[in-house]
């Protein structure tokens, strides 16, 4: 029995071994195959590819050496395309482009999403080999949609303007632009499309609105792989009903009595006011001034039309007030224009003035100042420097003429006192006068004589 035993527990031993010797085998047969395979000259190369929808790709498939067999390109389904020359499915989408022993290039126009998925190329050795290349067919977005904005909205309201994209794949990115500057909305919000594998894009921008955004456009434009950058980009012009912000125009900045003149209201506002109406401050307007619309006609000024006016416009959505302060100007008070003299060198400016005698005047070529009290005040302060220069120089004057009489009488004095010296005690009057010219006399005295 111990012998039984033993042989069966040896036999046992060798079946065990070699199993685990074929196992070893296997394995190492397996490495072989897998390096043969990696540096396998038969073994067809090909190229994964990204196209968009409407667009042509290529397939190309080669290989390093053949033996006379032929390459094949399959679609999706399997279905064989092209096996070396022969076309083998009736798509006249798809063209061959070259054939060799080597190489097998196709190409398939007018690519749609139905086309996306897996190629396969296969050469047909022993045992077949095979490779796989991935084709990516992107969907175009559509151009944007902007609804919720089809009517005119009034300041201050609040706005929500959706933007939606169909057709897209991978889903696209949509981005809101006020101008030229990226505004944020809303997270995008996709959707699957029930008949093709692509995407519904929707986002929405909401915002307050005001007299700024009037005539503004509000863009959302679309950013996918398969476009360039603006290319699908939509704009809305913004329509935003405001009051007026109204002022008043003169018809010039200098209202002379006795002259026609007129004040027009001016509002700027959505829509442009269509009723103004017109008053004084303090008081009613003057007999003599015409109401007609937008503007106040005075036939004549008078200085009793002087005052603060007012006007209210209405363009049905507000109101809005403006102001002008009328100084009706004298005539004598407002200097003369004097005749132009030739244009010099130096272009003259608007504000530029000409001394003439040491009258300011005005020419032709400049503008009087808009503030008619400018004009008295400059004028006064060149009368009174003027007054003061020649004050001035009278008193230097009356001082001079004072000096010069005083030294003058002082002169005259010393000559008549020293003409007399003399004379009484002389015995004649050559006598006298020589003592009065020197005061002694002697042999060695100057005579003069008179004849």
């Excluded at 089809?150 to 897209?168: A, H, R, W």
């Excluded at 093709?196 to 434009?221: G, H, K, Q, W």
């Excluded at 003399?422 to 042999?443: L, M």
Aim: some cysteine.
């Amino acid at each position: 029995m111990s012998v039984m035993l033993a042989r069966l527990t040896f036999l046992s031993f060798q079946r065990s071994a070699a199993m685990a010797l074929v196992a070893l085998m296997l394995v190492f047969a397996t490495s072989v195959r897998s390096n043969f395979v990696y540096d396998d000259p038969f073994q067809p190369v090909t190229q994964d590819e990204t196209v968009a929808v409407g667009g042509t790709v290529t397939l190309t498939c080669s290989v390093k050496d053949n033996d006379n067999s032929s390459l094949q390109w399959s679609n999706t389904a399997q279905q064989t395309l092209y096996f070396g020359e022969k076309r083998a499915l009736r798509d006249n989408r798809i063209q061959l482009v070259q054939s060799t022993g080597t190489e097998l290039i196709i190409t398939i126009s007018d690519v749609q999403l139905s086309d996306d998925g897996e190629y396969t190329c296969s050469i047909f050795t022993m045992p077949v080999r095979t490779a796989r290349a991935t084709v990516t067919v992107l969907g175009v977005p559509g151009k944007p949609v902007i609804t919720g904005f089809e009517d005119p909205v009034q300041e201050g309201s609040k706005v929500t303007l959706t933007c939606t994209s169909s057709g897209s794949k991978p889903p696209a990115k949509l981005h809101w632009y006020r101008g030229q500057e990226e505004i944020q909305g809303r997270p995008d919000v996709v959707e699957s499309n029930p008949d093709e594998p692509s995407y519904t894009v929707t986002s929405e921008l909401t915002f307050t609105v005001t007299r700024d955004d009037n005539d503004a456009l509000i863009a959302c434009a679309v950013d996918h792989p398969s476009i360039a950058n603006g290319d699908k980009q939509t704009e809305q012009p913004l329509n935003v009903l405001f009051t007026p912000s109204v002022w008043i125009q003169p018809e010039n900045d200098l209202p002379r009595e006795g002259e026609k003149f007129f004040l027009q209201c001016v509002g700027n506002g959505n829509p442009e006011p269509s009723t103004f109406e017109w008053d004084k401050k303090d008081g009613e307007l003057p007999p003599q001034v015409k109401v007609d619309g937008a503007f106040l006609r005075f036939e004549s000024l008078n200085k009793t039309d002087n005052g603060i006016y007012l006007c209210q416009a209405d363009n049905g959505i507000g109101r809005g007030d403006g102001s002008y302060a009328l100084l009706v100007q004298d005539l004598s008070s407002v200097p003369t224009r004097m005749p132009v003299s030739p244009p010099s060198s130096t272009p003259a400016t608007p504000s530029s003035v000409s001394q003439l005698n040491g009258v300011r005047t005005f020419t032709e070529a400049e503008e009087l100042p808009a503030d008619p009290t400018a004009i008295s005040t400059s004028l006064g302060v060149d009368h009174a420097v003027i007054g003061g220069v020649v004050a001035v120089i009278v008193f230097i004057l009356l001082c001079l003429l004072i000096v010069l009489g005083r030294y003058l009488i002082r002169h005259k004095g010393t000559y008549l006192t020293h003409e007399a010296k003399g004379s009484d005690d002389a015995p004649d009057a050559d006598t006298a006068i020589i003592n009065a010219e020197g005061g002694h006399s002697g042999v060695d005295d100057k005579k003069e004589y008179f004849i």
